[in-house]
């Protein structure tokens, strides 16, 4: 595998990378503001149902519902005033809270259309994700190409030399590793040259 591959390859999985801790976050991040809200707006709308509970007046809250979640009653009757999430193909989030010795009072109303919302997100997370992910992807393949290029004409430079043309050399391109590679090709080339006249001049005399 060359330089160029390896570039390309690198730059793409730190792309991929990035994109999906960018969209993991953004995914929890809205999650969790989501069901905050949504806990908080229902907790309200229990509340008011207590006043009305409590005044004689009908409201939407139910009496000890039979489809309360287990976990929801057990929470209710040791005093707390809860509101939970019920996972599943049609989510449901709860709000209960205990208004006599034995009664609970609860709200419920279907959570699907946040879940719905959080899946679009995560879509549109997937397309912009994979869409960045394949730009930088082309973006680095082409900076591995040029880099592999520039390292092959220094190799095939250096070899060259080593065969005896003493007047092949790096044309300087940037001021990176490569370019610095290049020079010293160059100065070894020049040093090796002037070396070699210095010896035949000597052999001369």
Do not use: F
């Amino acid at each position: 595998m060359d330089i160029g591959t390896k570039v390309a390859l690198a730059v793409a999985a730190a792309a991929l990378c990035v994109a999906s801790t960018v969209g993991l976050l953004v995914h929890r991040i809205t999650a969790a503001d989501q069901l905050a809200t949504a806990r908080s707006d229902l907790d309200r709308q229990l509340m008011s149902a207590v006043y009305d509970h409590a005044a004689g007046r009908k409201s939407a809250a139910r009496l000890d519902p039979p489809d309360l979640p287990a976990a929801v009653s057990k929470a209710v009757r040791r005093g707390d005033r809860v509101t939970y999430l019920q996972d599943g193909p049609d989510p449901v989030l709860w709000a209960a809270t205990r208004v006599s010795d034995r009664t609970v009072l609860a709200l419920s109303r279907p959570y699907g259309h946040e879940a719905d919302e959080l899946a679009a997100l995560d879509r549109t997370l997937v397309t912009t994700g994979a869409a960045a992910t394949a730009g930088v992807s082309l973006a680095g393949l082409a900076l591995g190409v040029r880099m592999g290029r520039r390292a092959t004409a220094a190799a095939r430079t250096a070899e060259r030399i080593a065969h005896g043309d003493l007047n092949a050399r790096i044309g300087p391109q940037g001021r990176d590793e490569i370019a610095r590679l290049a020079a010293s090709v160059n100065a070894m080339a020049d040093a090796l040259g002037a070396r070699l006249e210095a010896e035949r001049r000597v052999t001369a005399d």
